[in-house]
């Protein structure tokens, strides 16, 4: 094909896009005609619905409208319900179903919180009137609640029921609790050996513990009501009038130092006796238990728990302490000692409960007043056990024991030392205190007294005008001495150097007692030079019949009045007193039966023998076995 075909056929092409892009511009135009036609009828169209949509709209939004009020009426009637039903049940009071009183309460609360969110309701500040109204009223009568169920169950603790929680051996063995203690030093001493450091007592429930979890939502009510400061005096008011009438059930009572001055001592130490068992179970069992319940019932409000705690038995500790406040405060003397070593054993027990118990800075008053009377007491048992020797040693009694036995001072301070000896450890916890060696000071001190003791005792056997007497005085007391030390624990610490020595000293003294007593008797039976038996009066013997008659007779004076002064005598110990009526025995009758063997003839040969020679070597020994009897 040439290129004017191609050219021609071009043309024809380009011609027919032509016409087909007229004929398109064409449609095009009509197109936009026809649909410039339709917006101008739409248009008019929405003008004409314009008004029917405003009111369509307006229908819907009353509508919702009008739901939203019903869903909002709706909500608002539950409320009231719900409020009517509650004011219902707090009407009836709690008695009858305190679970859903409580229930009540809450949901009034929930009311008042409702209401309170929503004030653009008309009326609305009435309604929130009467719900918290009504939530008063119902405080109220749950105030009363708590305060009768706490008064059912705040009974006292009958004293038995106490002493039933503490062991065997701490318990009071006779008599009322109140009457309880110690009569003599012997029954005190016993008491002490049965204690034990630590005395482990039985739980007891103050309120039965099914009731305190009761007590608790109550308070926990009061809390939020903001009646705390009601809690708080009907709780103490209740708790600590009950915690006083046990106290004074157990016999516990508020004593001075004047008061305990005044009393005679029998009756204070019986005080001091009851006041011990009393102390271990106030603060083991009443004080403990009393933390207990506290904790319990006002759990979650700590403030308010540990200054009610405070209060509810601050007057109760007081009156418990103020016994030992007045003994350690008064007058100082050797039989307090033992009471204030017990007073001491006591508080140091009981210092773990009473650190546990009073722990919060609300209690620390008492806390302290417990530690500082442990501390008095310590003190003042120090003093008064240093104070004992010097008493010892200037105790001025005149009364002398006539049979020459052991003194009664001797019997008293061994005695005291024994018991001393029973409170070992705690006297070496006391020294060790002080910042001695606690075993070492009991021995100097225990010594100091014995030798102090020893020598108040050589001025009281003095008083003697028989040498022969004060010699078995100081026998007798000497010997009771050592055979008292040798059976007690004070050995330990004395040593047997110290035993031995003293025995020694009593051996001296029964020496000293038969030279003085039985030395003219002897040497009326000596003759020195003296031949056979049988010489006559001119004999080498040396020695008339007159003069072994007169030696008879002074032998039978002599003898008669020893017999008669020593037989009123007093040689206690049954030991001691065979082993000195033995020892003259062995001296007097062998040189009796020698003089009569070698003189006995001479007057027997004569007139009257009887009236010289009148006792055989059997009837003296017998008349031996009737000494220091103590016959009048």
């Avoid at 092409?13 to 007229?22: E, F, I, K, N, T």
């Avoid at 019903?70 to 305190?98: N, S």
């Avoid at 006796?273 to 759990?299: F, H, P, Q, S």
């Avoid at 009569?596 to 010289?612: D, L, S, V």
Wanted: charged share 25%; with cysteine.
């Amino acid at each position: 094909m040439g290129l004017p075909q191609a050219m021609e056929l071009l043309r024809g092409r380009a011609a027919l896009v032509r016409d087909s892009l007229q004929k398109s511009q064409s449609i095009t135009e009509s197109m936009v005609a026809i649909l410039g036609s339709f917006d101008h009828r739409l248009s008019a169209l929405e003008t004409a619905m314009r008004p029917t949509q405003i009111r369509t709209h307006s229908i819907r939004k009353a509508h919702e409208n009008i739901d939203k009020t019903l869903k909002a009426a709706e909500v608002i009637l539950a409320e009231f319900d719900l409020a009517r039903k509650a004011e219902a049940k707090i009407l009836r009071g709690p008695h009858e179903d305190l679970e859903s009183f409580l229930e009540a309460i809450d949901q009034l609360r929930s009311n008042a919180k409702f209401f309170s969110s929503n004030k653009n309701f008309k009326s609305v500040d009435g309604v929130l009137n009467h719900v918290n109204n009504v939530l008063s009223k119902a405080i109220l009568k749950l105030e009363e609640e708590f305060k009768q169920i706490l008064i059912n169950y705040s009974k006292p603790v009958e004293p038995d029921c106490l002493f039933d929680c503490v062991p065997n051996s701490q318990r009071p063995s006779v008599g009322s609790p109140g009457q309880q203690g110690d009569a003599n030093s012997k029954s005190r001493s016993d008491n002490h050996k049965n204690s034990s450091e630590n005395v482990v007592c039985t739980t007891l429930d103050l309120i039965p513990p099914r009731v305190l979890p009761l007590l608790h939502n109550l308070a926990q009510q009061m809390v939020q009501a903001g009646h705390q400061q009601q809690l708080f005096r009907i709780y103490r008011d209740t708790r600590a009038s009950v915690l006083e009438q046990s106290l004074r059930k157990l016999g516990v009572e508020r004593l001075s130092k004047d008061d305990v001055q005044k009393m005679q001592w029998e009756v204070l130490e019986a005080k001091i006796g009851n006041w011990i068992l009393c102390m271990r179970v106030a603060v083991k069992l009443l004080l403990t238990g009393e933390k207990k319940i506290c904790d319990k019932v006002l759990a979650g409000v700590e403030s308010l728990r540990d200054q009610c705690f405070a209060e509810v038995t601050a007057n109760s500790v007081a009156t418990l302490l103020s016994l030992g406040d007045a003994i350690a405060k008064s007058k100082r003397s050797p039989e307090k000692l033992f009471v204030l070593l017990d007073m001491y054993e006591i508080l140091r027990e009981v210092q773990p409960e009473i650190e546990s118990v009073f722990e919060s800075k609300a209690c620390l008053e008492m806390k302290e007043s417990a530690l500082s009377l442990t501390k008095r007491l310590s003190q003042t048992a120090i003093e008064t056990f240093v104070d004992f020797e010097e008493a010892v040693e200037k105790d001025a009694t005149r009364t002398a024991v006539l049979d020459g036995t052991v003194h009664p001072l001797t019997s008293y301070v061994i005695n005291y030392v024994k018991f001393l000896f029973d409170y070992r450890s705690t006297l070496k916890q006391l020294f060790q205190e002080e910042g001695v060696d606690g075993d070492a000071q009991l021995a100097t001190i225990t010594t100091r007294i014995v030798q102090a003791l020893q020598t108040n005792l050589d001025g009281k056997s003095k008083q003697y005008k028989d040498p022969a007497l004060t010699q078995l005085f100081l026998m007798n007391n000497v010997h009771y001495i050592v055979r008292s030390v040798r059976r007690s624990e004070a050995k330990d610490l004395l040593g047997d150097d110290w035993v031995q020595i003293h025995r020694r000293i009593v051996q001296q003294h029964a020496n000293q007692y038969k030279r003085v007593s039985w030395a003219k008797i002897l040497q009326c039976l000596t003759v020195q030079g003296a031949g056979p038996p049988g010489s006559g009066p001119d004999s080498s013997s040396g020695i008339s019949r007159a003069n072994v008659k007169e030696r008879y007779k002074t032998f039978n004076a002599l003898f008669e009045e020893v017999h008669q002064r020593q037989s009123q005598w007093t040689v206690p110990d049954s030991e001691l007193r065979e082993s000195l009526r033995l020892a003259v025995a062995e001296v007097l009758l062998p040189a009796y039966r020698s003089f009569i063997r070698r003189f006995g003839p001479m007057i027997e040969n004569g007139k009257n023998p009887h009236k010289y020679i009148k006792y055989t070597p059997e009837d003296l020994d017998r008349m031996l076995n009737e000494f220091f009897e103590g016959k009048t």
